[in-house]
Structures are given as C-alpha cells and as structure tokens.
C-alpha cells in the first residue's frame, strides 16, 4: 500500500467515483452540471445495440479492456441522435463504449455475451 493511503482513504475515493456513475445501468453522464440522459441497450447484448442521445453523436469508440480501439465511428455534426451497431462479430467479453458528443465525451461498459 502507497504511505498515506488508508483502507479508508481507498474507500472512500472508490465510493466518489461510484458516485458519479448514473444509478441507472442503461445511462451515462458526465460529471459536469449538464447531465445528457444517453440510453445504451440491452446491456449485455448478442447483436444489436441501441444507443439513443438527447443530442446529436458526434463519434463512437468501442475499446477492449486492453485499451485496444475495436471500431471508430465518426458522424457529422448534427446527423444522429439514435444509432443501432451490428456486435455480432465482435467477440463475448467486456468493452468499453466511448460516446462523443457536443457537450462532452461519455463512457459506458458494454458486455458482449453470445
């Protein structure tokens, strides 16, 4: 254990990054004041994800838990708020789906479970 780093202080830390992750499992926010509501599901999914924003996407970026960048999407701005992505070929395992939008960049875990 680092010096000055306590069980307590390691809690406690854990329990204020939980904290800004949405109660909700299908939604991401950010941390700013504006709090976008972006739906992604189902989650786990076998083939189609839905992702539905309040403001247009901008760019998607599925990474494994490696950091290796599976797919990059790039829209132009203002072009789509709902997108629907074919997973079907990408291996089960856990992801990390990045989303970019005009206000802000947000990540959620995707597990893919065939």
């Given amino acids: 254990m680092f010096a000055g780093n306590t069980p307590q202080d390691?809690?406690?830390?854990?329990?204020?990054a939980l904290a800004k992750i949405n109660a909700n499992p299908n939604q991401i926010t950010s941390?700013?004041?504006?709090?976008?509501?972006?739906?992604v599901y189902p989650n786990p999914v076998s083939k189609n994800l839905f992702i539905d924003s309040p403001e247009p996407i901008i760019e998607l970026?599925?990474?494994?838990?490696m950091g290796?960048?599976?797919?990059?999407s790039q829209y132009s701005i203002g072009s789509?708020?709902?997108l629907c992505?074919?997973?079907?070929n990408y291996p089960t395992g856990l992801y990390i789906l990045k989303i970019m939008t005009s206000t802000g960049e947000y990540?959620?875990?995707?597990?893919i479970n065939h």
Wanted: aromatic fraction near 2%.
């Fill in 80 to 82: 789509k708020n709902s």
């Fill in 68 to 72: 290796k960048r599976i797919v990059l």
């Fill in 107 to 111: 990540a959620r875990k995707i597990i």
């Fill in 61 to 65: 970026e599925l990474t494994n838990l």
């Fill in 85 to 88: 992505a074919d997973i079907s």
């Fill in 31 to 39: 941390n700013s004041n504006y709090l976008p509501s972006i739906l």
């Fill in 10 to 16: 390691l809690s406690n830390a854990t329990t204020a």
